[in-house]
């Protein structure tokens, strides 16, 4: 059973940068689209961004040019660099496969962006 493991959270500042990882039990070469995820307190779980094949990325509107979602094939590795952020990116953030069916959620890392 693959697992998900996602670090790097933490308690910022409103413009704050922070980089978060996700390690994966298994290769990630031949996974297509690895993404990001999301969830704000009483909100359902968003998508953020994606990244297939080592080059296309994708991102939700609201985080277009604040965040780089990046990955590591050798190290089965994902990351999401978050610049300038902001109190509406406070969230529990997640990592996933974009395939059907995704992978089991891992614990998530909680980000606190205040104002």
């Known amino acids: 059973q693959v697992q998900l493991v996602e670090s790097g959270g933490g308690l910022v500042q409103a413009g704050d940068s922070l980089r978060l990882a996700c390690a994966i039990s298994?290769?990630?070469?031949?996974?297509?689209?690895l993404g990001w995820y999301r969830r704000a307190p009483g909100k359902e779980r968003e998508w953020v961004a994606t990244?297939?094949?080592?080059?296309?990325?994708n991102y939700t509107d609201s985080v277009k040019g604040r965040f780089t979602i990046s990955r590591d094939n050798a190290r089965a590795m994902m990351y999401l660099q978050m610049n300038n952020l902001e109190p509406d990116d406070t969230a529990v953030y997640y990592c996933?496969?974009?395939?059907?069916?995704?992978?089991?959620w891992g614990q998530g890392t909680q980000v606190t962006v205040s104002s």
């Open positions: 990244i297939v094949s080592d080059v296309n990325t």
């Open positions: 996933n496969r974009l395939d059907r069916p995704q992978w089991p």
């Open positions: 298994r290769t990630i070469f031949g996974v297509n689209a």
